[in-house]
């Protein structure tokens, strides 16, 4: 029951970030993000204590998310005190996963803390382009711990490939069209 709970989940989630990422708005794919990081946080919590890292990873993540797309809707970044904040309430998620579960297991447990120091960033500016390219660089970390941790999440992994392909897409609908429309003024 929880395995299934897990799946639909992830697939929630893919949805919500593979849509979000075909949106042209920085203020969208924060939303769209932030919908994502919740299912897959309810996702990974399913799967158990190997998994406790991505869930408590991307309950920060929803928050950040959530508390950046206020800013970005007033065309701010976030204060950089916030961006701190978030920091360290990933440090803090690392923290309490070691404890609950009475032990780090390197790199299972450190890919999360690498991913979200990532993800901080690449949703805390108001450059799409820059959030796409962190975006993908994140979605490798992420599929890595997918894959590493038993059992492999396979919702999640199948979520996380397909926001790297759309990250892949979108880059290239958007970003790279607008590089090459650029050189030819």
Do not use: E
């Not at 939303?31 to 408590?56: D, E, P």
């Not at 390197?106 to 960033?121: C, K």
């Not at 997918?146 to 397909?162: E, K, M, Q, R």
């Not at 926001?163 to 790279?176: C, N, P, T």
């Amino acid at each position: 029951m929880l395995t299934t709970l897990s799946l639909i989940f992830g697939y929630i989630a893919t949805a919500a970030a593979m849509v979000g990422f075909q949106l042209k708005k920085q203020s969208q794919i924060i939303i769209s993000q932030m919908v994502s990081n919740s299912f897959i946080a309810l996702s990974y919590f399913m799967l158990g204590t190997t998994k406790m890292a991505g869930g408590f990873a991307c309950v920060v993540g929803a928050l950040q998310t959530l508390i950046n797309y206020f800013y970005l809707r007033k065309k701010k970044n976030p204060k950089k005190y916030i961006t701190a904040i978030f920091f360290f309430g990933y440090v803090a998620s690392f923290v309490v996963t070691a404890y609950l579960a009475q032990q780090v297991v390197l790199p299972n447990d450190l890919l999360p803390l690498i991913g979200s120091m990532i993800f901080v960033f690449a949703v805390s500016i108001q450059n799409s382009t820059a959030t796409r390219i962190m975006f993908f660089f994140n979605m490798l970390i992420w599929i890595t711990f997918d894959c590493i941790a038993t059992p492999v999440a396979t919702a999640n992994l199948i979520t996380h490939i397909c926001i790297l392909i759309s990250v892949i897409v979108g880059f290239l609908r958007y970003d790279l069209l607008k590089m090459r429309n650029n050189n030819k003024q």
